[in-house]
């Protein structure tokens, strides 16, 4: 891999956000144009961006505003988004999105974002990052447009792993909680454990174990647990932090997704009923602008791996120079904020507590 000498001053006292320029469905060109906007609108970020770097060279050039915030890195390979990841693992080192998390590796960057094969992009910041002790599964984490002041909640996983037991639940809970209070500002964050129900015998077995392991650990954690929370209330104000197994947050981060889009199709189609529906469509303007900024999936596009030695952000596979940009503004938020280091103080912190509460129960006989 080559760097581009005359782009040096990348680093010229910026936050670094290495970018893998590859693999999304758009291609390099959205991209570079997504990380130009991030550039225009914040002096203080530096990019050191992944992929062939003579089809790189000339995009970065068409955009003025790059000029001496960015560090090419050749890397040939591809990983495409029907590459499964053990493949990747194994034959993926010269591609763009190995390339992006050596930099974090080695300490040249921050954050990794990345609009590449989630799979395979777990797969390979779990094995060059390495999981943070006492993190058996690590999550994924996105905002969610909800009804709280701060605009947004958080839920995890949505799709890292699709199995998780109870102290998996807890990790999560621990480290969404830890997302709130350094991406979103909330000093004590509510944390709600998703279920078909909120009264307590309702549930899988390790649902109900999680409950009462993740009440528990509130106070020490610095959180307060409202207990279980149903599916109506993801966009909701009862709790700040929804935590649930990937298969369950995948499944409900589709959905979203896609009602947000038919709602937006179906107010479209409205507007175009009859004459006087188009005049109010244009009297409602400024309304409509609002409310397709509010739930347009772009603007909140990333999704935060959490449990690793190092930060990365996963866009949207689809994003457009809107989306990676807004994904380059919360890996610059989360390194402003120490998030990599305050999260691995908190898991842990929160280990030591949860072993402690093990022997004290194992000395009275209560459990092995």
């Known amino acids: ?17 290495s970018v893998d320029a590859m693999g999304g469905d758009r291609g390099p060109a959205a991209v570079v144009a997504g990380i130009s906007r991030s550039a225009k609108k914040n ?29 090419l890195r050749d890397a040939q390979g591809v990983v495409t988004m029907e590459d499964k990841p053990s493949q990747v693992m194994r034959h993926g080192k010269d591609t763009s999105m190995w390339s992006a998390l050596e930099s974090v590796r080695s300490g040249e960057a921050d954050v990794c974002v990345s609009c ?15 999981k943070l002790p006492g993190v058996n599964r690590p999550a994924i984490a996105v905002l969610w447009p909800s009804r709280n002041p701060q605009g947004f909640n958080v839920m995890l996983d949505v799709g890292a792993d699709v199995r998780a037991d109870e102290r998996d639940l807890l990790q999560y809970a621990l480290m969404g909680a ?30 109900k174990a999680a409950h009462d392991l993740i009440k528990s650990n509130a106070d020490n954690a610095g959180f307060d647990f409202v207990g279980f929370v149903e599916g109506g209330d993801i966009p909701g104000d ?31 189609e409205a507007f175009q009923y009859s004459p006087l529906s188009r005049l109010a469509s244009v009297l409602a303007y400024t309304s409509m602008q609002r409310l397709k900024k509010r739930i347009d999936p772009r603007q909140v596009n990333g999704g935060v791996f959490l449990g690793l030695n190092g930060t990365v952000v996963k866009s949207h596979g689809s994003a457009d120079a809107t989306g990676v940009a807004a994904a380059v503004k919360l890996a610059f938020q989360l390194s402003q904020s120490g998030f990599s280091h305050k999260l691995a103080a908190r898991v842990a912190s929160a280990k030591e507590q949860v072993q402690d509460g093990s022997a004290e129960q194992t000395e009275n006989g209560d459990k092995e």
């Open 116 to 130: 590449g094969n989630t799979g395979a992009l777990m797969a390979l910041s779990m094995v060059r990052l390495r």
């Open 238 to 268: 009862i709790c700040d932090v929804i935590v649930t197994d990937g298969f369950t947050g995948n499944v409900a981060l589709k959905t979203g997704e896609g009602t947000a889009s038919l709602i937006g199709d179906l107010l479209k």
């Open 43 to 71: 002096p203080d970020i530096g990019f050191i961006l992944h992929g062939p770097i003579a089809e790189l060279k000339k995009l970065v050039a068409r955009k003025k505003t790059l000029d001496g915030r960015v560090e």
């Open 1 to 17: 891999m080559t760097a581009l000498q005359d782009q040096s001053t990348a680093g010229a006292g910026r936050t670094i956000i």
């Open 178 to 207: 830890s997302y709130s209070r350094n991406g979103m500002g909330l000093q004590k964050p509510r944390i709600g454990l998703l279920n078909v129900g909120t009264e307590e015998h309702k549930g899988r077995a390790e649902l």
